[in-house]
């Protein structure tokens, strides 16, 4: 049984960091594309960044430069190091992890995502 457990979220005043783990068990995070999302309630939820099998990563704009996702094969653990947090950073944050080895690792396929593994999120508050 797959289970990801998202841990790391909290408060931070504007311009601070935070880093987000996503330890997963009953699966592999070398072997697979995974991504963290986030959602502000009343909107859709958003992708923030992907990360290939291989280490490709790609992320939305608003976080280009601030934010960086990364995998510990050793930990079986995702990490989304999160720089120069802004007060719109605000949001729960999910970590998700794709059911099958593919090259397809989508960040704006909220569709496709549904269909994969889903860690509980974990909140990040950030004041101005």
């Known amino acids: 049984q797959v289970q990801l457990v998202e841990s790391g979220g909290g408060s931070a005043q504007a311009g601070g960091s935070l880093r987000l783990s996503c330890a997963a068990s009953?699966?592999?995070?070398?072997?697979?594309?995974m991504a963290w999302f986030r959602q502000v309630p009343g909107k859709e939820r958003e992708g923030v960044a992907t990360?290939?099998?291989?280490?490709?990563?790609r992320y939305v704009d608003s976080v280009k430069g601030r934010f960086t996702i990364s995998k510990d094969s050793a930990k079986n653990t995702l990490y989304l190091q999160m720089d120069n947090l802004k007060a719109e950073d605000t949001a729960m944050y999910y970590c998700?992890?794709?059911?099958?080895?593919?090259?397809?690792?989508?960040?704006?396929?909220?569709?496709?995502?549904?269909?994969?593994?889903w860690g509980q999120g974990t909140q990040v508050t950030v004041s101005s």
């Open positions: 998700a992890a794709a059911r099958e080895v593919s090259v397809y690792c989508p960040l704006y396929d909220g569709t496709w995502w549904q269909h994969n593994y």
């Open positions: 990360i290939r099998a291989g280490g490709g990563t």
């Open positions: 009953g699966y592999t995070v070398s072997r697979y594309c």
